[in-house]
């Protein structure tokens, strides 16, 4: 059963404009969500992320969105560049303390952005 | 810094044949954990660490040993590898803020394992 879904495998959008990314999850438990960056053949490198007790956090033209009682979350990049084109990965992990970064990823959406 | 490092880069096996995946980091974090990436299923966690000596399962660990004998080298291995293990396999590590650990993992830039 995947606790953490993200339905849209790619989106295309045009350089300046928005990207809006979605993730949902099942789990109620999960209290720290995530979303990572990977380019090809590279690692995936941690972009944003935000905690279950705020509704929204900013980083530059990143913001992720989290709507608890939808058990949603979103990823807006305002405006899109080229160099974001990428896959975007959404993670989301619960509090088992002493048992390390148990993160339960999405299966992506690769991003691409038009010139 | 390193950061993360995982050998090889590439690895072609045939059905039965053993071998480890290796990764070390350079960043002194007491959390490394190993994810197998496959098309339209994300990264799932394989086999996860959080000290010297002290493993634990993840996800997916059937056909998967680890150990830790220090604090920057988390070996994977695969003691008769099956098709089924065709995969990108990233290593990834952390470090303890607390009573939790960072969930803000750093990754090293993969394994691509090809099992015919």
């Known amino acids: 059963d995947q606790q953490v879904k993200q339905n849209s495998p790619s989106l295309s959008v045009q350089e300046g404009r928005i990207s809006i990314l979605n993730c949902d999850y099942t789990n109620s438990m999960f209290d720290y969500f995530l979303w990572y960056k990977k380019y090809p053949a590279e690692g995936p490198t941690f972009l944003i992320s935000i905690s279950s007790i705020k509704d929204k956090n900013e980083d530059g033209r990143f913001t992720v969105f989290l709507n608890k009682s939808a058990k949603h979350l979103s990823l807006h990049i305002v405006p899109s560049q080229p160099g974001d084109s990428a896959v975007y990965f959404c993670a989301a992990c619960r509090p088992v303390y002493n048992q390390g970064g148990k993160l339960i990823f999405g299966q992506g959406t690769e991003l691409s952005v038009k010139p | 810094n390193a950061g993360v490092t995982q050998t090889p880069k590439f690895q072609v096996l045939k059905t039965g044949q053993s071998m480890t995946l290796q990764c070390a980091q350079d960043m002194n974090h007491e959390y490394m954990s190993w994810y197998r990436q496959d098309p339209g299923m994300g990264l799932r966690l394989i086999h996860y660490?959080?000290?010297?000596?002290?493993?634990d399962q993840g996800e997916v660990p059937n056909g998967y040993n680890v150990s830790r004998s220090t604090t920057e080298d988390f070996p994977l291995r695969l003691l008769s590898a099956a098709p089924s293990q065709t995969s990108v396999y990233f290593c990834?590590?952390?470090?303890?803020?607390?009573?939790?650990?960072?969930?803000?993992?750093?990754f090293g830039s993969g394994t691509q394992l090809s099992v015919l």
């Open positions: 660490s959080v000290g010297a000596g002290i493993t």
């Open positions: 990834a590590s952390s470090n303890q803020q607390g009573v939790r650990y960072n969930e803000k993992l750093f």
